[in-house]
């Protein structure tokens, strides 16, 4: 049921980002909206080298793809 998607983001970093959702759990649409959004972040730098803990770095991705 555990669903996880590997999608690349960047440029030129071609940094990985895991999509990860309970099938039974999550919304479709909602699912492939935040992979989109996901999809079109415009960013040049590996979001694991963002400075802070791992919980920082969770909250700047949410804000690069704007969800609450």
Do not use: H, P, W
């Amino acid at each position: 049921d555990l669903c996880i998607e590997k999608l690349t983001v960047g440029r030129r970093s071609s940094t990985s980002v895991f999509v990860c959702y309970l099938a039974s759990l999550a919304d479709c649409k909602t699912v492939e909206a935040i992979k989109k959004k996901i999809q079109n972040i415009d960013i040049d730098t590996k979001i694991s080298t963002m400075s802070g803990s791992q919980e920082e770095n969770i909250v700047k991705l949410k804000e690069l793809i704007k969800i609450t």
